[in-house]
């Protein structure tokens, strides 16, 4: 069974630039999240999905990020425009179920490090 | 909101001997506590969990404790080995889903 799957792997751009991350949860998987992990920090969670709908985005810097899962499905990440201080590993997580099942156990992409010069 | 505090911050041990990291939450509806294990530059890996309604779980050489009286939770790992060097985290799940995690855990298991 694949993982969940992150593209790119690695970017770098300069600030003010826009940056666009990818990911496809395990099939199946009801519930998407993304997190931002700063150096030697735990994972800090920006979004989280279940199906297409944004049911908890309230530490996502709306300012200048956005997301979308329009099917329900994959989901992008984008940064317009980026700062110094994105720099980070930006993590796609999945789990099964929703939260009115209780199967909250999440798997982890290999996430995106973002350098921003 | 959940504050989730861990330590150790950096924990050496010799091979062989045994490695406890602790954690502590502040909301006690929290209800699902994970513990992921992080190799350099790698995912963060689910290696245990325990739910609300259970003391202990062990899994061969891991094993999670939770008093959820006191809100505390422990990560043991005995007869360490090089291969379990890597950064632990913690998380505390509220009943939406959302995990919080720790600060996470330098091991070092030196041969």
């Known amino acids: 069974e694949a993982g969940v799957v992150q593209s790119p792997r690695y970017k770098i751009i300069e600030k003010k630039q826009p940056v666009a991350f990818w990911c496809n949860p395990i099939?199946?998987?009801?519930?998407l999240y993304w997190y931002r992990q700063n150096l030697g920090q735990g994972p800090e969670l920006l979004i989280r999905y279940e199906n297409e709908e944004a049911v908890d985005d309230s530490q996502l810097p709306k300012d200048r990020f956005s997301a979308e899962r329009l099917k329900g499905v994959d989901s992008t990440l984008k940064i317009q425009p980026a700062e110094l201080g994105d720099s980070a590993v930006y993590l796609c997580?999945?789990?099964?179920?929703?939260?009115?099942?209780?199967?909250?156990?999440?798997?982890f992409g290999p996430g995106t490090r973002l350098t921003v010069l | 909101g959940e504050n989730v505090e861990q330590h150790p911050s950096t924990l050496s041990v010799q091979e062989g001997d045994s490695a406890v990291i602790k954690c502590t939450y502040s909301?006690?509806?929290?209800?699902?506590f994970p513990w992921y294990k992080q190799e350099l530059g790698k995912r963060p890996q689910l290696i245990i969990d325990?739910?609300?309604?259970?003391g202990e779980k062990k899994d061969q050489r891991i094993a999670v404790t939770l008093n959820k009286t006191a809100k505390h939770f422990s990560l043991h790992i005995t007869e360490t080995q090089p291969e379990d060097s890597a950064v632990y985290f913690c998380?505390?799940?509220?009943?939406?889903?959302?995990?919080?995690f720790g600060a996470g855990t330098q091991v070092v298991v030196t041969p």
């Open positions: 998380a505390v799940s509220d009943s939406w889903g959302k995990l919080q």
């Open positions: 997580a999945s789990s099964p179920g929703s939260q009115s099942s209780g199967n909250n156990e999440q798997f």
């Open positions: 099939s199946g998987h009801n519930t």
């Open positions: 909301d006690s509806a929290s209800n699902y």
């Open positions: 325990i739910r609300s309604n259970v």
